[in-house]
């Protein structure tokens, strides 16, 4: 093999920089690949470790990490309605997925919209998709001689 590469025939080749006995190289900073790879990890955690540190200094300062109103927030999507809206009939798991546009959760004989009288406005809900969807479209009248 008559490579004009050096490093292909083996000279000039140094050992890893951090003595694992392996070879480096110069575009991993004299390091050998796992050498490399523990390197880049161990200097982005600390990265990563400095941002969070400095982002809790900074909560500390203004006297409180979190607001309020997040944490009950958590707390209420935590906790779903077990019971139907209307007639507070206890609601299975699957029919508890599904929820109205209004935000109740109801049971089978209540989940249509008609049956639970909801406020949602279906109607004016649906023109606004249609307009969205198809925009007028009017061209410019054409001067007739």
Do not use: W
């Not at 920089?17 to 880049?40: E, M, N, P, Q, V």
């Amino acid at each position: 093999m008559d490579s004009s590469n050096p490093a292909a025939r083996g000279e000039g080749r140094d050992l890893c920089s951090s003595g694992c006995g392996f070879y480096g190289s110069d575009a991993t900073l004299g390091l050998c690949s796992k050498c490399f790879r523990d390197h880049i990890f161990s200097s982005h955690i600390n990265k990563t470790a400095q941002q969070l540190a400095s982002i809790v200094g900074s909560g500390k300062k203004n006297g409180h990490i979190g607001s309020k109103d997040s944490a009950s927030a958590t707390e209420s999507k935590k906790k779903t309605k077990q019971s139907c809206s209307k007639c507070d009939r206890k609601v299975g798991l699957a029919m508890r997925a599904i929820k109205c546009r209004c935000n109740g959760v109801f049971c089978a004989a209540h989940r249509l919209p008609e049956d639970h009288g909801c406020t949602f406005d279906y109607r004016t809900a649906g023109r606004l998709l249609l307009e969205e969807a198809n925009p007028l479209i009017k061209a410019e009248k054409l001067n007739t001689m």
